[in-house]
């Protein structure tokens, strides 16, 4: 074979594998624009987390910056990878009520200030009660759950106006399943409403109010541990009062902000006989908001029973 034979094809080969690498790039590029990118979200906790791949299924990429179920929520602190992801996110799915403000500072930080933003109290639209605080637990509440679900179904379709219709969808079907819970609480209310429940926080106290049950434990109480504080002697002796006499048929505890006070109540209500329902305010592991809501009204269900 001559030189200019040899170089003639050389050269061939180059542009044959050039235009098959130019082809591939077009094939490549038109698969990218057939399948738009998953649409960022970044919620505070895994609970509004777990909604919102709910409503966004496979079209939504889900970060949750608290997740970690022995974490207390209302200690945490930034790091740079959650700080990273809100930074990019396209909607943020935040608790509100002061319970997660740290959404707020992150995404200002991060200078997003196109991210729709979704504050699950507001939408809620519940209100403190006069001379009282905000209950910010409004994922214990059902009718905003169902509330958050439109509004983060809205934002991802206008995020991604071509899956509009799976995420309206998607939110119904959650939203459905949302329905026998409120049943369950409504048959607790109808056999035991006006009896007394007590808490260590205030975090059940939306899913005992629909379910008809009075909250008997001081509220300087409650309120304390919720701010990781201790109460006086005299507001503990008043709070450890009410498991005598059948003044409660329950005593709903959170494990995740658990302290020697709260320990204390936990072994004055075994002690006089009282059931313990222990409740969270993240995702257990291995749970989805759903399981872990049937979970939670099924053990008050039968605790009361007892």
Not at 130 to 142: I, R
Not at 193 to 218: C, D, F, K, Q, W
Not at 269 to 279: E, K, L, S
Request: glycine share 8%.
């Amino acid at each position: 074979m001559s030189l200019s034979t040899s170089r003639r094809l050389a050269l061939l080969t180059s542009a044959s594998l050039a235009l098959l690498a130019g082809c591939g790039s077009s094939s490549d590029s038109a698969d990218a624009k057939s399948a738009p990118a998953r649409v960022a979200v970044v919620a505070s906790t895994n609970v509004w987390g777990d909604i919102a791949r709910r409503v966004g299924g496979d079209r939504v990429d889900v970060t949750s910056v608290i997740g970690d179920p022995d974490q207390d929520p209302h200690s945490y602190e930034a790091d740079p990878q959650n700080q990273l992801a809100l930074s990019k996110a396209k909607v943020v799915v935040e608790n509100g009520g002061g319970y997660d403000d740290f959404v707020d500072r992150m995404l200002k930080s991060g200078h997003n200030d196109s991210a729709e933003v979704i504050n699950a109290v507001e939408v809620s639209g519940r209100t403190a009660p006069k001379g009282g605080e905000l209950n910010e637990h409004v994922w214990y509440d059902f009718p905003t759950v169902a509330k958050v679900a439109d509004r983060i179904s809205a934002a991802l379709a206008e995020a991604d106006p071509g899956d509009a219709p799976a995420f309206g969808k998607n939110a119904a079907a959650f939203k459905a399943k949302l329905t026998p819970l409120e049943a369950k609480e409504a048959r607790i209310k109808k056999a035991h409403g006006g009896e007394g429940v007590a808490i260590t926080e205030p975090v059940p106290l939306y899913m005992t109010e629909a379910s008809g049950l009075v909250n008997r434990t001081p509220a300087q109480f409650s309120e304390a541990i919720e701010e990781g504080d201790d109460v006086s002697p005299r507001v503990l002796q008043e709070s450890l009062a009410v498991f005598g006499g059948k003044k409660v048929k329950v005593l709903v505890y959170n494990e995740q902000t658990s302290s020697p006070q709260t320990e204390k109540a936990e072994a004055a209500a075994r002690a006089a006989g009282v059931p313990v329902v222990p409740v969270t305010e993240t995702l257990p592991k291995g749970k989805d908001y759903l399981g872990w809501m049937t979970g939670n009204v099924d053990a008050l269900a039968s605790a009361l029973a007892k």
